[in-house]
């Protein structure tokens, strides 16, 4: 049987994420109740430890898309399980890895986190044309 309940948590994981980022930011900035009359504003205008959390927030709403299109293709044309287990975690915890290299201010290594996270859902939509067009 062909369980989503794993995927459902994956997904939620990932919608999650990009909040912890949003918490650390603001934060960093030393966000105030007053501040919250145009947010985007005070953090846009951020600098160090509070743009850099601020950043990687934004690039975290930016790949969900692609990460919930693949997973969500891939349990509806049925690739094993185990699979789409797999890239989802590692698309997980690169997505964690991501932000904090980009916390740290490590730009190279941020780099290469960041393509082998965004690799994880394009390798399963890459399964599913294999499959397709079998």
């Known amino acids: 049987m062909h369980s989503i309940n794993g995927v459902i948590y994956l997904i939620l994981a990932a919608c999650l994420l990009p909040y912890v980022f949003t918490i650390i930011a603001k934060k960093a900035a030393g966000f105030r109740a007053r501040d919250n009359q145009n947010p985007r504003e005070f953090l846009a205008k951020s600098t160090g430890l509070a743009s850099r959390a ?12 692609l990460f919930i299109a ?21 698309y997980l915890v690169f997505r964690v890895l991501y932000g904090i290299c980009y916390l740290a201010n490590w730009a190279t290594l941020r780099s290469i986190v960041w393509l082998l996270s965004i690799l994880c859902p394009v ?11 079998l």
């Open 54 to 65: 601020h950043a990687v927030q934004q690039n975290s709403f930016e790949s969900l898309p």
């Open 70 to 90: 693949a997973v969500l293709m891939a349990e509806y044309l049925v690739l094993p399980q185990s699979l789409v287990m797999t890239f989802g975690i590692a």
């Open 123 to 133: 390798t399963l939509l890459l399964l599913i044309i294999r499959i397709l067009s």
